[in-house]
């Protein structure tokens, strides 16, 4: 019998355990292409069932050659990529499954895949994916008694666990810091009784507010994405009340708000940081004459106490040092994430974790109301896997085994809330890694 074959293409933060279960849950050969080949060797560890392939997008030849030998296609690299392993995956007739939120370039392909019949499968990860679940979970119980929906938020997170939260940045990294910080830049929009509310990617911290999970504690939220496309698939009124939202400590969001409004996510112009100070770089921001009173000219900029939390945090990050930047080259962005990686990464006894919370109001014949809550909270283990790791990989890699068996067998491009038969089988199997939801139900 033939071994079956998935490509894996990218090497990053969140693909180990993804091949992982791949190759010992499913006992599929893993074709793993990425950039940097020693990042993909050190996933496939030598083992036998697999294999590292150094590929990068002016590499063509190579995509063509790992998908065509393969099965079925895992794209796991930075959004704008997803479109070449597509193309490739058309070319040859593999279905492709991805973590990443639809791109419009990949979405213009349905047609050609539903003709092709391959499955584009996106939005299979923790937010975007399993929020989706749950939220399925809890619409089909609503819909099987009768009621009708008149709110629905719903939460994601990847955070320190509770007794690791020790920093003032209340943040720590489990996941490609660079993606945290452009998806922190993205608009979103959410629905109020229907009507559509729109928030520029640069006023995302402006608009942010506090979330209670009994049981868990009081988090800020603030909006994530654009709702309008979920709503018909799933099968809400019109006049439905929809947010989707992530959940950070307390803090986070002023933060964010002040870094970017010091320039400090800007990563499109590189600059040449060779002999320059911290101190210096930070003056610079603001158009400071002296490095002599930084933090108050940094206080005057944004308008706030000179004894305020953001110039703490600033200076615990050592961005008012008088010492020379750690690298030569790079953006604003780049200085910033140099001195966060250096203090806001993980220990190796340390833990992360994963909270999503779906929260539906639902109006029952009689008039009766409800509200219906889901919520999953998993940590990550000491020396080993993050949970932001597994929650990412495990559904990809078990859509692809539902997949390959057959149990699966849409196609076009299509995401979990376009395919309803998808949220069951993977939430009974994601249970059993301990990612499961606890559901309660609060008469009103």
């Not at 320059?276 to 004459?289: C, E, I, N, P, W």
């Not at 110039?311 to 200085?335: C, M, Q, S, Y």
Request: contains cysteine; aromatic residues 8%; hydrophobic residues 40%.
């Amino acid at each position: 019998m033939t071994m079956k074959k998935v490509a894996v293409i990218g090497a990053g933060w969140m693909t180990k355990p993804l091949v992982d279960y791949l190759m010992e849950k499913c006992g599929y050969y893993v074709i793993m292409a990425n950039r940097t080949l020693s990042k993909a060797e050190a996933v496939i560890a030598g083992r036998p069932r697999g294999k590292a392939v150094r590929w990068s997008t002016d590499q063509p030849e190579i995509l063509d050659q790992v998908v065509g030998e393969a099965d079925l296609a895992i794209s796991m690299v930075p959004k704008p990529v997803h479109i070449h392993v597509a193309r490739a995956c058309l070319r040859h007739g593999k279905h492709m499954l991805t973590t990443a939120y639809e791109i419009p370039e990949v979405v213009a392909l349905d047609q050609e895949a539903r003709q092709k019949g391959v499955l584009i499968l996106n939005e299979l990860g923790e937010v975007p994916g399993m929020d989706h679940m749950g939220t399925q979970l809890l619409l089909d119980e609503i819909k099987r008694d009768g009621g009708r929906v008149i709110s629905l938020d719903s939460y994601g997170s990847g955070l320190p666990a509770f007794e690791f939260n020790r920093n003032p940045m209340g943040y720590k990294f489990s996941w490609d810091p660079r993606t945290v910080f452009v998806a922190a830049q993205t608009p979103a929009a959410y629905l109020k009784n229907g009507r559509k509310i729109e928030v520029p990617g640069d006023k995302l911290f402006e608009h942010f507010w506090l979330v209670d999970i009994e049981g868990l504690g009081t988090f800020e939220s603030y909006p994530n994405k654009d709702v309008e496309k979920y709503v018909k698939p799933f099968g809400l009124d019109d006049s439905v009340s929809f947010y989707r939202g992530l959940l950070r400590f307390s803090g986070y969001c002023n933060n964010m708000r002040y870094m970017l409004a010091l320039g400090l996510l800007k990563s499109e112009e590189e600059e040449d940081l060779e002999d320059k100070t911290y101190r210096q770089f930070m003056a610079s921001l603001v158009d400071a004459g002296t490095t002599d009173d930084v933090e108050q000219a940094v206080a005057r900029y944004l308008a706030v106490d000179g004894n305020a939390d953001i110039l703490h945090r600033l200076r615990w990050l050592g961005l008012f040092e008088d010492r020379p930047i750690a690298i030569r080259k790079g953006t604003n962005l780049d200085v910033l994430l140099d001195r966060m990686l250096a203090r806001m990464s993980y220990e190796p006894h340390e833990k992360d974790m994963i909270i999503l919370h779906i929260d539906i109001l639902a109006e029952f014949p009689g008039g009766r109301r409800e509200r219906r809550l889901a919520t999953m909270q998993v940590e990550g283990t000491p020396h080993g896997e993050t949970a932001m790791s597994r929650a990412v990989a495990l559904p990809p890699a078990i859509a692809a085994k539902l997949v390959m068996e057959g149990t699966i067998q849409a196609t076009g491009a299509r995401m979990p809330p376009t395919l309803p038969e998808l949220h069951k089988p993977m939430l009974e199997e994601l249970a059993t890694y301990g990612f499961e939801f606890k559901r309660r139900a609060i008469s009103l």
